[in-house]
């Protein structure tokens, strides 16, 4: 293995003899709240590594191009190198989560077109809300980047939100990466996952996601492989 590049929350990334391919290793640590919340939940890595890879590759079928190159083993991926733009791209379609409390809402009500909210990524900060004009003002990007990624967040939840729908489960909100290659193109990135999606069974309504973590709702890791289980895994 190469060198320890970076060590994220949930994500080891190293360098590997490819200068323009990096290695992910997922772990098993589930945090919440900025890290305030934190624990080991054995077997979390290699679902997500599963899960995000199943997606990436639906994506790619669906002309959605990302870092994604391939899965090398239970825990990790090859990806391409980018450059990511901080910030987290987040797209709506029930209200639940951060939107639901901030704007005195009930969760679970179906919003009359997806929305799209971009996060500053600052740990520091914890990754507040961020409006379009903030974006330019600080020049974080540029507005032909945030509209590539606008545009990319709602196709990526157009396909994803029918293949979950197929599956028996709503895609109630998830958040997406991006990042630039050296050509500048913008390519999604990180992961999708029961860690960044909110997934809800379409029949019971129960959780399938990291709410069961966040809100000590317990089960899971059994959430987890549901998800899996939807997606034809074993
Ligand atoms: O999850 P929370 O209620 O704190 O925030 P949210 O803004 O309602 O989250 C919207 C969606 O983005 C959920 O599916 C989260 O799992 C996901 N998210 C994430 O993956 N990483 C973050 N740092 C924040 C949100």
Redesign the pocket.
């Known amino acids: 293995m190469g060198e320890l590049l970076y060590e994220g929350k949930a994500k080891k990334l190293f360098s590997t003899k490819d200068p323009n391919v990096l290695l992910v290793q997922y772990k098993d640590t589930a945090t919440a709240f900025n890290g305030e919340k934190k624990e080991v939940l054995e077997g979390k890595g290699a679902l997500n590594n599963k899960i995000t890879s199943y997606f990436f590759d639906l994506l790619a079928e669906n002309q959605i191009p990302s870092h994604f190159l391939e899965r090398l083993s239970t825990l990790e991926q090859l990806v391409k190198r980018v450059t990511i733009v901080p910030l987290?791209v987040?797209v709506r379609n029930i209200t639940?989560?951060?939107?639901a409390k901030r704007l005195g809402l009930e969760e679970g009500k179906p919003l009359p077109f997806p929305i799209v909210e971009f996060?500053y990524k600052d740990d520091n900060l914890g990754?507040p809300l961020i409006l379009e004009d903030h974006i330019y003002a600080l020049e974080i990007t540029s507005e032909d980047i945030v509209s590539q990624m606008k545009k990319q967040a709602l196709q990526i939840n157009k396909i994803l939100y029918e293949h979950m729908e197929q599956r028996g489960i709503r895609l109630v909100?998830?958040?997406l990466e991006f990042g630039l290659d050296q050509n500048e193109e913008v390519l999604l990135a990180d992961e999708i996952s029961p860690?960044?999606?909110?997934f809800w069974d379409l029949k019971s309504g129960d959780k399938l996601?990291?709410d069961r973590f966040r809100r000590n709702l317990g089960n899971v890791i059994e959430a987890y492989q549901e998800i899996d289980k939807r997606l034809g895994g074993q």
């Open positions: 987290e987040v639940a989560g951060s939107f996060y990754d909100d998830f958040k860690d960044t999606c909110r996601d990291k």
